[in-house]
C-alpha cells in the first residue's frame, strides 16, 4: 500500500519560498513506474491541481504545471529519499492553500483529482500580503 505524507508547510511573507516535501512509502523509485503530483485547497474553493512529476525505471519521463505557477514551482524527485519536492518560489496570497500529495502507479501527470489513487494528508501553506 502507497502512503504518502507531506511536510514543508508553514507561513511566509510574499516574494518568500517554501519547499514542500512528499515521503512516499510502499514503492521504491527506482523500480516502479509512478506519477506523484500536488494539489492545492483554498478554503470554499475546489480543489486544483499545481505540479506533477512522473519517472519510471529511475528515468523521469515528464513534469507537468498549472499555469498559475510556471516559473515560479518546480517539482523533483530524490530516488534515494523516496521524496518528491515541490520548490516554491515568489510566493503570492493567493497561493495561501492547503497542498496535498497524491501518487497512481500509472506515471501519469494529469490535473484530473480523479486519476490519483493515493493522497497524504495535507500541509498548510499561509502566504501573508
Known amino acids: 500500500q502507497v502512503q504518502l505524507v507531506e511536510s514543508g508547510g508553514g507561513l511566509v511573507q510574499a516574494g518568500g519560498s517554501l519547499r514542500l516535501s512528499c515521503a512516499v512509502s510502499?514503492?521504491?523509485?527506482?523500480?516502479?513506474?509512478?506519477?506523484v503530483g500536488w494539489f492545492r485547497q483554498a478554503p470554499g474553493k475546489e480543489r486544483e491541481f499545481v505540479a506533477a512529476?512522473?519517472?519510471?525505471?529511475?528515468?523521469?519521463?515528464?513534469?507537468n504545471y498549472a499555469d498559475s505557477v510556471k516559473g515560479r514551482f518546480t517539482i523533483s524527485r530524490d530516488n534515494a529519499k523516496n521524496t518528491v519536492y515541490l520548490q516554491m518560489n515568489s510566493l503570492k496570497p493567493e497561493d495561501t492553500a492547503v497542498y496535498y500529495c497524491?501518487?497512481?502507479?500509472?506515471?501519469?501527470?494529469?490535473?484530473?483529482?480523479?486519476?490519483?489513487?493515493?493522497w497524504g494528508q495535507g500541509t498548510q501553506v499561509t502566504v501573508s500580503s
Open positions: 497524491a501518487a497512481n502507479s500509472r506515471g501519469a501527470v494529469v490535473a484530473a483529482v480523479y486519476e490519483y489513487a493515493y
Open positions: 510502499g514503492r521504491t523509485f527506482s523500480t516502479y513506474t509512478m506519477g
Open positions: 512529476i512522473s519517472w519510471s525505471g529511475g528515468t523521469t519521463n515528464y513534469a
